[in-house]
């Protein structure tokens, strides 16, 4: 596969799918709970997503995509190229604010991360990382964050950690500047990238949620793993820790008692 092509053809996909979402927002939102009142999800996460499942199958001949609303195929390993696929990441957020929110797409061959694309879409800023190639901004190269340590930066975190506030949780929050919860991978992972935040805590992400970020982590000196220390699953629930270097350390040191 021919990486900048596939990264050239998708990107202006992903830029037209973003335009038409736009144009569609004052349409009222059919919405539907899956597993439980907070989980919910809309017409328009599925239309995007079925849109994204057929134009990487049309396109790029894709046979392997792990995506949300089950639009996409059964991947039991991570052998040749497998596609991830978040149509609307921060689905509450869409609902409730119509903001805030992004589409998720990356592409892996045999476990590595080749391309990952992280679009905010109401302001139309698409975030892309491409294996050796660097990570960019609307065709903007984007340069690695400060490698900051936990105690000079803001910490973000998914708001189940923050409501349990175990022990562990509150002594590390009460080490940095602060703590914030956005409520979208989208813009949680982009505090990371753009140097916004030292570390992102998230006690249960899905390969979709992630995928993308882990792609701008190997362009941009950043690192992300599960809390148990192990290298992130593609094929599973994770929970993550991802930051510079100098933030990771001490947040593995405690992760399992968080
Ligand atoms: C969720 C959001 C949320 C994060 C969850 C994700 P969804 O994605 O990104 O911020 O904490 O882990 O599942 O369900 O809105 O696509
Ligand atoms: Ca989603
Ligand atoms: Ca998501």
Request: include cysteine.
């Amino acid at each position: 596969m021919d990486l900048l092509r596939t990264h050239l053809l998708l990107s202006s996909h992903l830029l037209k799918l973003g335009h038409d979402l736009r144009q569609a927002l004052p349409s009222k939102l059919q919405i539907e709970t899956k597993q439980n009142r907070l989980d919910l999800v809309t017409n328009i996460d599925k239309t995007v997503e079925q849109n994204l499942v057929a134009y990487l199958q049309k396109h790029f001949a894709a046979e392997k995509i792990i995506s949300e609303e089950g639009y996409g195929t059964t991947v039991e390993d991570l052998s040749g190229y497998v596609w991830t696929i978040d149509p609307i990441d921060g689905t509450m957020n869409f609902i409730t604010q119509k903001n805030s929110f992004g589409i998720l797409v990356s592409l892996y061959k045999d476990g590595c991360g080749l391309l990952g694309y992280i679009y905010e879409v109401m302001t139309d800023r698409l975030y892309y990382a491409i294996h050796n190639y660097g990570a960019y901004c609307n065709g903007h190269q984007l340069q690695a964050p400060a490698n900051l340590a936990l105690t000079k930066g803001l910490l973000i975190s998914d708001e189940r950690l923050i409501k349990k506030a175990s022990p562990a949780f509150l002594k590390v929050a009460e080490e940095t500047l602060g703590i914030r919860s956005y409520g979208s991978a989208t813009c949680e992972t982009l505090s990371i990238i753009k140097g916004e935040a030292v570390a992102y805590l998230n006690c249960s992400t899905q390969p979709w949620d992630i995928a993308p970020a882990l792609v701008f982590a190997a362009e941009l000196d950043l690192v992300c793993t599960q809390m148990s220390g192990q290298a992130f699953n593609l094929l599973g629930e994770n929970k993550i820790i991802f930051a510079t270097p100098k933030a990771h350390t001490p947040l593995q040191e405690v992760a399992l008692y968080l």
